[in-house]
């Protein structure tokens, strides 16, 4: 087995996710330059920061259709370019409505990849470092947004239109994306299992898993027979009754923890908090440091404690750091650094778990023939809660207070701990055809 072979394909398609992070952190640093640039209503304003995730929405929805009749590789070039002329637009335009269009392209980028990258990066990996392998992508997921919220405090020193240089600059990993892609070779399983080329997926698997991979792929023919025997090939079928609702129940909780609000509107936040503007940009770096490495701590021990206990421990932290926020409004204590701990503290609980975890489960837990579906359908459910949670959550701070809105997060994370107690399975350590059976629910 060539490990460095896997670990390197693995790293260039997680590449999607630094794209990924990138383009869903960068506005917040621009976003209120281009609310004056335009003179925009606040409408306008909501709809410049909501349209990306209405892209993404799309882009999730349609996600399966390209990785399945395209291929994962194909469609992973459509992401790149769409990363690509998304930057390039968005850095360049004079009008809002092309602005818009611009971000929305982004936007569908980050839904297909958000479906892509995991799913070919768990059909190439062993079993037993596949949560590590597909944690790369959210690994480079919150690099990317690291990544944003540094290039937006360096460059918004830099002059009334430096939101421009701040958009534009992801063009360049994204050109770079697209060139590496060309040295990767095609899933295995979607050769075998979607056009049927047997001799090319056994020619990929043994760099995957040596002399076992005749053996390997044997296995998955069995189970794609097996899954047509039992119907398993329709996603809403009777069989995938559980994956379908564990995948969709995840995905909802990965939002309604504030996670992506808090990501959007970080300086806001903090400005919220009493900080000013350049503290609220630096404060907004500590966040994406926190972030990105309890992302790399997670990463590192799912393949070893598993995905379950990550979550376990991350949903008490979460209630824990979520309850601190909501009594610091309640308290009126939101002068200084107790927001900014908190927060950071509910981002490392974050990333330790539902961070590290969501993409490698929902990757996993349903079978060969729809996964790509299974993956579109967490993936839908993920980016609809991102986009309505996003766009309500500057009207739910000014309707109901800090306070409230926090208190909301913290019990929406008590109930995400009960669905971890009483649902979710383990899948550290088998194999994609394993989990091709009935998964016991706890």
Excluded at 335 to 347: A, P, Q, S
């Amino acid at each position: 087995m060539n490990k460095n072979s896997v670990l390197i394909w693995s790293f260039v398609v997680a590449l999607g996710g630094f794209l990924f992070g990138f383009d869903t952190a960068v506005i917040s640093g621009a976003e209120k330059a281009v609310q004056v640039f335009w003179s925009l209503s606040e409408f306008q304003h909501g709809l410049t920061m909501a349209i990306a995730l209405l892209g993404t929405v799309i882009g999730a929805a349609m996600g399966a259709y390209p990785s399945d009749r395209l291929g994962r590789k194909n469609t992973l070039f459509l992401v790149a370019a769409l990363y690509f002329f998304s930057a390039i637009g968005t850095a360049l335009v004079l009008d809002w409505n092309m602005f818009i269009l611009f971000r929305f392209l982004g936007g569908i980028g980050v839904g297909v990849s958000s479906v892509t990258a995991p799913i070919y990066i768990s059909e190439i990996s062993p079993a037993k470092s596949r949560g590590k392998l597909v944690g790369l992508f959210q690994f480079n997921v919150v690099f990317g947004i690291l990544v944003a919220y540094l290039s937006n405090y360096f460059i918004g020193q830099t002059g009334e239109e430096s939101w421009r240089w701040m958009l534009g600059v992801q063009a360049i990993p994204s050109l770079i994306f697209f060139v590496l892609i060309f040295f990767i070779p095609e899933s295995p399983r979607w050769l075998l299992l979607h056009r049927g080329k047997k001799d090319e997926a056994i020619a990929i698997m043994r760099k995957v898993s040596g002399d076992q991979a005749e053996n390997d792929v044997e296995q998955m023919l069995n189970s794609r027979q097996r899954g047509q025997e039992k119907g398993e090939s329709q996603l809403f079928s009777k069989s995938n009754r559980t994956p379908v609702i564990l995948a969709v129940l995840f995905a909802v909780f990965n939002q309604v923890s504030g996670i992506n609000a808090i990501i959007y509107y970080a300086p806001r936040v903090f400005e919220m908090a009493g900080l000013g503007g350049q503290s609220s940009l630096l404060s907004t770096v500590g966040i994406g440091v926190v972030n990105f490495v309890f992302t790399l701590i997670g990463i590192n021990f799912i393949d070893k404690i598993g995905r379950r206990k990550l979550m376990f421990i991350g949903s008490f932290g979460l209630i824990a750091s979520l309850s601190l926020v909501s009594h610091a409004f309640f308290a009126g204590q939101i002068e200084g650094i107790k927001v900014t701990i908190y927060l950071m503290l509910f981002i490392a609980f974050f990333a330790l778990s539902q961070g590290a975890v969501i993409w490698v489960f929902i990757s996993e837990i349903f079978p060969n023939d729809v996964r790509a579906k299974g993956q579109t359908l967490g993936s839908l459910t993920h980016w609809v809660m991102a986009a309505v949670i996003t766009f309500c959550f500057p009207a739910l701070t000014e309707l109901l207070g800090g306070g409230y809105t926090f208190m909301i997060f913290a019990v929406c994370m008590f109930l995400q701990l009960l669905y971890v107690w009483k649902m979710m399975p383990e899948t550290k350590g088998k194999s994609l055809e394993d989990m091709d059976g009935p998964i016991p629910m706890h």
